[in-house]
């Protein structure tokens, strides 16, 4: 993920949801995916959404950046995380700076529940974190979002979303794969109504300020934070001489 000969300022790391012959990954395939796509419907041809949907794991957590990259990116402090990261690459690099590459043919992440009565945690407060920081991206580049437009994207998101679903379980099947529809077609309920939750905090909460401050902040209210980290770091590499 990392050459330094490459002239790539970022990469993302890809690697197939597959493992214990079941296809993992609900969250990118059964929400990000079909809620970037219905996007695309509602808003129309859109640079950003484009770039999204050009991932083919937009959420993978693996990736690789140059030191000078993290200077001035803001991302969300919350599960908005991942997306938050490739919008800020997006908004200071020109695609042909940033890479995607496949970094293992299997590899079996962690793995949440679903959480389907509990907003707060699981893979329920994961579509809600994300939906919000896709939200507020889009906002940032003056599309203009309403409780009218949540609407639409719901029902086009569901469509699109069960839709998928079909298609996923064809792919299991000929894989020789398991793919229970229920569970995933439940799953899609969820993300659909937290889509609309998603949407009315969106609204509702005009004045937030949901980006960490950036390393250049951080460095303005604390020059000596840099020199503090290499003397903790030689303390802790003492005890192991």
Not at 90 to 96: A, F, G, I, L
Not at 139 to 159: H, N, Q
Not at 194 to 205: Q, R, T, W
Not at 207 to 234: C, D, Y
Request: glycine share 6%.
């Amino acid at each position: 993920m990392a050459n330094p000969q490459f002239n790539y300022e970022f990469c993302k790391g890809y690697y197939a949801r597959v493992a214990n012959g079941t296809i993992n990954g609900r969250v990118c395939r059964l929400l990000v995916t079909p809620l970037l796509r219905a996007l695309k419907k509602i808003i129309g041809a859109h640079d950003y959404l484009e770039y999204m949907d050009s991932y083919r794991y937009p959420l993978a957590g693996e990736f690789s950046m140059r030191a000078d990259v993290l200077q001035g990116i803001r991302i969300p402090s919350d599960w908005g995380l991942e997306i938050g990261v490739l919008s800020e690459t997006y908004r200071n690099y020109s695609n042909n700076h940033l890479c995607q590459v496949d970094i293992a043919d299997i590899y079996d992440h962690k793995h949440q529940d679903v959480s389907y009565d509990d907003e707060t945690g699981g893979l329920s407060r994961m579509s809600i974190d994300i939906s919000k920081a896709i939200f507020r991206k889009l906002a940032t580049t003056g599309v203009v979002l309403s409780l009218e437009t949540f609407r639409t994207l719901k029902a086009t998101y569901y469509r699109l979303a069960l839709d998928m679903v079909d298609s996923y379980h064809s792919d299991a099947m000929i894989n020789g794969l398991n793919l229970d529809i229920h569970n995933e077609e439940k799953a899609v309920e969820l993300f659909a109504e937290n889509i609309m939750k998603a949407g009315h905090y969106f609204l509702e909460n005009p004045q937030e300020t949901p980006f960490i401050p950036s390393w250049t902040r951080v460095k303005s209210a604390l020059p000596e934070l840099g020199n503090n980290f290499i003397a903790a770091v030689e303390q802790d590499l003492k005890q192991y001489d």
